[in-house]
């Protein structure tokens, strides 16, 4: 008979442990998935910043020396990702090849001036720190003008906060529901112990003494949860990377080691903590209390 109820018992407890564990798998898959969306979103939105480019039109009189002083001063600036430099010549050809036909012979004279094109680091590619930028430059006795998109950048602006507000708000609320959920599994995981708990408390256990092999099982049982969602989600990669080339997932490989990071991370932290409370409750339960 006691046989029998000892083999009942590690059937129940083989049953909550796995629904622990596709609980956390489930829910941390999810998160990864969210996590990948907003890590590759800020990507994709610098790599637009990038694309964002400052002209500055040279006076004629600037010689080539200036010119090559002012381009060897600009690499140097902070915001500077890169330069490209674009004489008047070379601007003439573009413009011909665009209209099919040779302008300068039309004018005589060739009306465009040297440029120097400064593409900005994407946290310099805001309107407020662009005009701050431009103003200075147009003090420079070598610049007659600048010249950027100050529209397409405050519409650049406005949707990737959009976009990175949302994001926040559903990563915050799939959050808060995964510690809800897991911390509901492992709570139920802990429940079918609470007779254990209240007899080596009874015997003089201490309650780290007796939290101490609860707090490992719930990590052990969270880092088999997060090696579920991490094969789920190395699979989700690979298929997007097939269909989506142009995300380069499997090259990237610092955004899967914090995407890889921040799943273990968060399923240890998240376990430790659901399994802290959990027997924390059961610890202060009297036992006439352990029925309800």
Known sequence: ???????????RLRSSYFSVIVSISLVLFLVGVLGLVL??????????????????FLKDDVNSQNIKNLRASLSKEKFTNKIV?????EAAKIHGKEL?????????????????????KPSFV?????AEIAERFQENAF?????????????????????????LVISAFFGLASMILINSSIRLSVYSKRFNIKTMQMVGATKSFIRKP???????????????????LSAVIYYANIYIPELQ?????????????GVVMAALIITWMSTYFATQRFLNLQTDELYY
Do not use: C
Not at 44 to 56: G, P, S, Y
Not at 85 to 89: C, D, P, T, V
Not at 143 to 167: A, M, P
């Open 1 to 11: 008979m006691a046989t029998s109820f000892d083999t009942y018992q590690k059937r």
């Open 39 to 56: 890590l590759k979103s800020t990507r994709v939105a610098n790599h637009f910043k990038e694309k964002a480019a400052m002209t500055l």
């Open 85 to 89: 430099y674009l004489s008047k010549e």
């Open 100 to 120: 099919g036909e040779d302008f300068l012979q039309f004018l005589g004279t060739n009306p465009l001036k040297n440029g120097i094109d400064i593409y900005l």
């Open 126 to 130: 805001t309107p407020e720190k662009m």
């Open 143 to 167: 610049v007659s003008e600048v010249s950027y998109d100050k529209s397409l950048i405050q519409l650049l602006t406005e949707n990737i906060q959009k976009i990175s507000f949302w994001l």
């Open 214 to 232: 609860f707090i490992w099982q719930g990590i052990k049982l969270g880092l088999l949860g997060a090696i579920v969602a991490l094969m789920g």
């Open 249 to 261: 997932l499997l090259n990237d490989y610092a955004l899967l080691s914090y995407l890889f990071g």
